[in-house]
């Protein structure tokens, strides 16, 4: 089955400094990986996705994310981190083993930017 | 991309009772989906709305407590009947643009308290 993981629940990181948040995958076959955003009180919003090519995916409001095969890994990063982006990050993937093609969400990953 | 939104964006609602939810999309859509986010917790598919068919549901989740219905390619409703407590979420509406290597997109959701 596909699934995805976000080790942390929760990542606090100081106003211009690199943020990372991580995420790990497990899929049989190709992964069609995503992260998406949620602010307070509104709905997701699509940030980035892997589907082949460059390992390096490069997505809205500065963030990016590193798909890593052999670690099974894509995590989600930003150079440096603004108070704005505060919110809650979810990472998914496409589970492409029924007709539907749904998404299957991690458990999410609060990110606090102090100023 | 697409535009989504959602009525209402907050309901209180008493024990025993129904609410329907509904979601617009501004373009024709095959697949529409509908979400549960639990306070503090992930995102948990409920099930994937046809047109034209029947709605598929996740294991957890049945026609008679979340009834839908996907009249048309833009248009679709979910019902939350007999309301608990345990029903007390954020449900959101999404939508697929086809191919699996497409993001999804998110309606703003819908804030439902049940007393």
């Known amino acids: 089955a596909q699934s995805v993981a976000q080790p942390e629940d929760q990542v606090n990181v100081a106003e211009g400094n690199p943020l990372t948040v991580k995420c790990t995958y497990s899929?049989?076959?190709?992964?069609?990986l995503f992260w998406y955003v949620q602010y307070p009180n509104r709905g997701l919003q699509f940030l980035l996705k892997?589907?082949?090519?460059?390992?390096l995916v490069k997505g809205s409001y500065g963030f990016e994310a590193e798909f890593n095969k052999s670690q099974t890994s894509f995590h989600l990063k930003k150079p440096s981190a603004l108070v704005s982006d505060s919110a809650l990050y979810f990472c998914a993937v496409r589970d492409i083993s029924g007709a539907t093609n749904k998404l299957i969400f991690g458990t999410g990953t609060l990110l606090a930017v102090q100023p | 991309s697409a535009v989504i939104s959602q009525k209402p964006s907050r309901d209180i609602c008493q024990r025993g009772t129904s609410l329907t939810i509904q979601c617009q999309v501004d373009?024709?859509?095959?697949?529409m989906f509908w979400y549960r986010q639990q306070p503090g917790q992930s995102l948990t598919l409920i099930a994937t709305?046809?047109?034209?068919?029947?709605?598929?549901?996740e294991s957890g989740f049945v026609i008679d407590k979340f009834p839908i219905s996907r009249p048309n390619l833009t248009f679709s409703t979910l019902t939350v009947s007999n309301m608990s407590p345990e029903d007390s979420s954020i449900y959101l509406c999404s939508v697929g643009l086809g191919a699996v290597n497409n993001e999804q997109f998110f309606g703003p959701g819908t804030r439902l308290t049940v007393l």
């Open positions: 373009s024709q859509v095959t697949m």
């Open positions: 709305a046809n047109q034209g068919s029947e709605a598929t549901y």
């Open positions: 899929v049989s076959g190709n992964p069609y």
């Open positions: 892997y589907i082949t090519g460059d390992n």
